[in-house]
């Protein structure tokens, strides 16, 4: 059982944080204060559009976002670890005028069939936002560093993702995953996620499985916080296969650094060889050179290759 921490007050869920980012990179965060009712609602209009017409959904496909990558998937239209993953999606991020001159910024396509998903997805991103603050306030205590050290600086002006995708049903033998092995590229992500379970987080004794807890996300950190710490804390793989004969809905919101800010390691942080399993993918974030904005840009270039002319140009 992945561990659960009240972040109530950052302070004091600061030990607990540091046991967890240390021993599994995962955690369960309760005290967030996300209404109930807010995240009902996103549940609702999120099947909603998953339930309409394919061509319907493919009114706002990700081609149509041109460099800002917003929109929708089909099933198959997303590669983790070099494979189709069985799920369909929708891509959001801050909400910014049209022709932004980064790539990954600019404005959301929101579905005209599904009105109500607008509001209620730039609400919800807003309160998630804030909770991930606290959390990385609670890390930087861990750290012994300032709590407002990532809000000051890396997150003053974050990058700001949010996906909803959509699992269908997968006969326990079939080829694939609902998404494959893999780690996330930035500082946090929180994770909501319906009652059909399906996630598994890779610890030191091996898989586990992380289902739901009732009103709790999951809290996991990426590769530029291992990299911030030299090692110290894990980006930790996990991967997804809906076995639950339904439908599955997961929610993950993702506070990352400024785009155009370098990621250096911490001063004085010492760097640990994790001893066990290699990551992943084979590379680290450790040995990573420029801002976050090309590292993130590299890596969802390998999940959707089709698109990667529209971020260079």
Not at 76 to 82: D, F, N, Q, R, W
Not at 291 to 311: I, Q
């Amino acid at each position: 059982m992945l561990p659960v921490i009240d972040i109530t007050s950052p302070a004091a869920a600061a030990p607990e944080i540091a046991r967890a980012c240390r021993e599994t990179g995962f955690f369960y965060v309760t005290g967030h204060g996300v209404p109930a009712s807010l995240r009902a609602e996103l549940d609702a209009r999120s099947r909603e559009f998953f339930a309409l017409p394919v061509e319907e959904k493919l009114r706002i496909e990700m081609s149509r976002g041109g460099r800002a990558w917003r929109g929708y998937f089909p099933v198959g239209g997303e590669l983790t670890s070099g494979a189709p993953d069985l799920k369909e999606g929708l891509y959001f991020g801050t909400e910014l005028p049209a022709g932004h001159p980064l790539p990954l910024h600019g404005p959301n396509l929101f579905p005209p069939g599904v009105p109500a998903l607008r509001d209620t997805v730039l609400s919800y991103m807003d309160k998630l936002t804030a909770v991930a603050q606290d959390v990385l306030r609670g890390i930087a205590l861990s750290l012994g560093l300032d709590a407002e050290y990532f809000a000051a600086g890396y997150t003053a002006s974050p990058t700001v993702l949010f996906r909803i995708f959509h699992y269908p049903p997968s006969p326990p033998d079939a080829p694939g995953w609902g998404v494959g092995e893999h780690t996330d590229y930035g500082l946090l992500t929180l994770l909501a996620q319906d009652d059909n379970g399906g996630l598994q987080v890779h610890t030191p004794s091996g898989w586990l499985d992380a289902p739901p807890l009732p009103d709790a996300f999951v809290c996991n950190i990426g590769d530029m916080l291992e990299r911030l710490t030299g090692g110290w804390y894990r980006s930790t793989p996990h991967r997804v296969r809906n076995t639950s004969g339904r439908g599955r809905l997961s929610f993950p919101f993702f506070l990352d650094p400024d785009f155009t800010k370098e990621v250096p390691p911490l001063p004085d942080r010492a760097a640990t060889d994790p001893g066990g399993r290699r990551r992943w993918d084979g590379a680290s974030p450790l040995a990573f050179e420029g801002t976050y904005g090309d590292y993130l840009t590299a890596k969802v270039a390998k999940v959707f290759p089709e698109l990667h002319r529209d971020v260079r140009h």
